[in-house]
């Protein structure tokens, strides 16, 4: 499977952004489906995560109430709906696909190449 991130760029403050991670060579319907990001100098962290049928997910604290993932399988397609954005939510966002839900990035099995997000002030 082969994930390809897109929709990144360069937002102010308090705006937002739609992620999307298309797959191809397989299905995603398979796999629970994770964002992760990691920023200049830090380590990767996860963001949120969507089980295969989309019938629940996760959030990290930091973007509860702001972010929402959500799923069509039939698209093969994940998204990352982002609001209300700040400076600190800068970083390069990564989607994986992996057969657990979880928000340890250690099962995910396919990662995608990455988007840039960056938020000014």
Do not use: H
Not at 50 to 58: E, L, N
Not at 60 to 76: E, L, P
Not at 100 to 108: A, D, E
């Amino acid at each position: 499977v082969q994930l390809q991130a897109s929709g990144g760029g360069l937002v102010q403050a308090g705006g937002s952004l739609r992620l999307s991670c298309a797959a191809s060579g397989g299905t995603l319907s398979r796999y629970a489906m994770g964002w992760f990001r990691q920023a200049p100098g830090k380590e990767r962290e996860f963001v949120a995560t969507i089980t295969w049928s989309g019938g629940a997910s996760d959030y990290a604290d930091s973007v509860k109430g702001r972010f929402t993932i959500a799923r069509d399988n039939a698209k093969n397609t994940v998204y990352l709906q982002m609001n209300s954005l700040k400076p600190e939510d800068t970083a390069i966002y990564f989607c994986a696909a992996g057969p657990v839900f979880t928000s340890n990035p250690s099962p995910y099995l396919y990662w995608g190449q990455g988007t840039l997000v960056t938020v000014s002030s």
